[in-house]
């Protein structure tokens, strides 16, 4: 399915037959009192810690990655195991402010915007894909077909060597840091329109656990 990750599109808002009896967050009053660590939404679990130095801290030893993200900032997590060895996981951090305002306009069922967020989406590389031919395999929006202007550059992340290139196929314009990690590849996306100082301090702050096979 071609990744269109300008913001938490749809998922957010859908309600999943799978999910679990716990109170989904969208059922919230939207007061930061009730967004707890390990609540619900169709999004997945909200993960949060103490706040350090003005930012909260995520780490998954799963998939071995930790990182930093601001203090009015959420981050969910949301794991799809059910396609058996096509196994998903996706973080989600976006700001709180326009997170909480969507999830009130959702309970009222009012028409509203999915919030701008960084996306860290993580997929079993079980075609055993190198980078580039991941990109062009169609699990990806890196079409040069369609568009001509679209470019992969090379880079390294990590120390890992990577991908990046822009895009604006959807709602907004978007940046992409791709490469393989483990048994993964790995996208991460994050909306041009955010605040840039807010992003670095996301991106700069990941780290992948040390002695990976790639």
Known sequence: ????????????????????????????????????????SVAGQLRTSPIQN?????????LGISLHYPADWLLFEQVNSESGPYEQTTIYIVPEEPMLQTILASRSNLPSESPLSVVIEFNRNVEAYSLMEWLLS???NYDPEQDPTLT???????????????????????DY???LYKDWTVLISSSSDLKEADVRLIIDSIRLSAGTSL
């Open 1 to 40: 399915m071609i990744l269109l990750v300008s913001g938490l599109v749809d998922l957010y808002w859908k309600h999943s037959k799978n999910e679990p009896m716990s109170r989904p967050i969208y059922e919230l009053d939207g007061t930061k009192s009730t967004l707890v660590d390990g609540a619900w």
């Open 177 to 179: 840091i791709a490469f």
């Open 138 to 140: 169609g699990h990806t």
């Open 152 to 174: 992969a550059k090379e880079t390294e992340f990590n120390g890992i060597p990577a991908m990046k290139y822009n895009s604006d196929f959807g709602l907004r314009e978007t």
């Open 54 to 62: 003005n930012e909260k801290s995520f780490a998954s030893s799963t």
